[in-house]
């Protein structure tokens, strides 16, 4: 047997996340200069970061020789009083895509079964893969709406956790708060609920309150992200929130530093711009009214997003992602969703949006 033969069949056969494809990258493969690029496709600030959090970025950058706070406790201490939890129901990830991670160590294994929709956020399904377990991908209503009622049925004996996307990536759609509190009520205790709140404080609509869950559902995880509202995706910084036991228990397999200063520094800092936070959300809602305007003007279907991007119906045969890619626009292909004739573009700023709108139009008419 040869070394990588032990990978076992799980990993073998692992593709791994492709993220969104990086300015850098497409400028040295299409011979662009760089700030010709319009990067549309990994839901990232519109606006950049949060300006306090660069400056404490700036104030901090000094101290890099030190090991951070394992613990992040100025971080966990503002985050308990943004949310009204106690410090000890908060774990923080590098990036909320760490918190996931934790739940797949923590809790998925070969004889366990994990329930995501269809459509749902593609990290689920890998990490499905990652740890071995089996797993169902409930099919999503005609809307691309998560079937919270399906999903809660198809919760077996075996089934650890089931994970809700909301507002889901890459759909924009969203699940209502009593639609979600029922499905709370159903799932049983022993079924870990993961709520992945990525896009939550700039959402295009009523998010369900459910810091305030927590502590009634004790299986409940709520993740956040740093990386939509706050602008500091590069940092990396994201966190859960939880009862005080399930917020220990995925402490477990936390390595001691995995949060970095700075990270911790901007975040902080950035929690306290919520002006900053409420000046992205208003671009985005007359960005997203724009897109529907244009988009309705040209034909194209699209589904109403309640986050910063908008997934649109494209047929796979244009190939409208290599396509834009190669006039300096970068958007998300969908294949890896199942989802091959339809793109992902996120809300940037007016030009922009303006420059991916025409170049979709100039597309569109060649066709
Ligand atoms: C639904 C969802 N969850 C989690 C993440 C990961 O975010 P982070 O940058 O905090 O790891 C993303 C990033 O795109 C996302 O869309």
Not at 15 to 38: H, K, N, T
Not at 262 to 291: C, G, H, P
Request: with cysteine; hydrophobic share 40%.
């Amino acid at each position: 047997m040869n070394l990588l033969q032990k990978l076992g069949p799980n990993l073998s056969a692992l593709r791994p996340y492709e993220p969104g494809r990086p300015i850098e990258e497409v400028a040295r493969e299409l011979g662009l200069d760089p700030d010709s690029i319009v990067k549309l496709a990994s839901n990232e600030s519109a606006l950049g970061p949060s300006p306090k959090a660069m400056q404490a970025l700036e104030e901090a950058i000094g101290e890099c020789h030190l090991y951070p706070d394992g613990g992040a406790w100025e971080l966990r201490q503002a985050l308990s009083e943004e949310h009204g939890v106690a410090p000890e129901q908060l774990i923080l990830g590098n990036g909320s895509n760490e918190i996931l991670e934790f739940v797949g160590h923590c809790f998925m294994r070969g004889d366990t079964h994990v329930v995501f929709s269809a459509h749902a956020f593609v990290v689920y399904r890998l990490l499905a893969r990652m740890f071995g377990c089996k797993s169902t991908q409930v099919p999503m209503g005609a809307d691309l709406r998560h079937d919270l009622d399906a999903m809660a049925t198809a919760i077996q004996d075996d089934t650890s956790v089931v994970f809700v996307c909301n507002p889901n990536n890459p759909t924009g759609t969203a699940v209502a708060a009593d639609e979600l509190e029922r499905f709370c009520e159903c799932v049983p205790e022993d079924v870990l609920i993961v709520l992945d709140e990525a896009y939550a404080e700039i959402a295009l609509t009523l998010m369900p309150p459910s810091m305030d869950w927590v502590e009634r559902f004790p299986n409940l995880l709520v993740c956040r992200s740093f990386s939509k509202a706050y602008g500091l995706a590069g940092l990396r910084i994201g966190y859960g929130v939880a009862c005080q036991e399930l917020a220990t228990a995925l402490g477990k397999v936390r390595q001691p530093f995995n949060t970095n200063r700075l990270a911790q520094q901007a975040a902080v800092a950035a929690l306290s711009d919520q002006a900053f936070v409420t000046s992205s959300r208003e671009l985005y809602r007359s960005e997203k009214n724009f897109f529907e305007q244009q988009l309705t003007a040209m034909g194209v279907s699209f589904l109403p997003t309640a986050a910063n991007f908008i997934l649109i119906q494209v047929d796979a045969s244009l190939e409208p992602a290599r396509r834009l890619r190669e006039n300096g626009i970068i958007v998300r292909p969908m294949e890896v969703y199942d989802l091959p004739n339809h793109i992902r573009i996120t809300f940037g700023t007016r030009t922009e949006n303006l420059r991916c709108l025409n170049a979709l139009r100039d597309l569109l008419a060649e066709s």
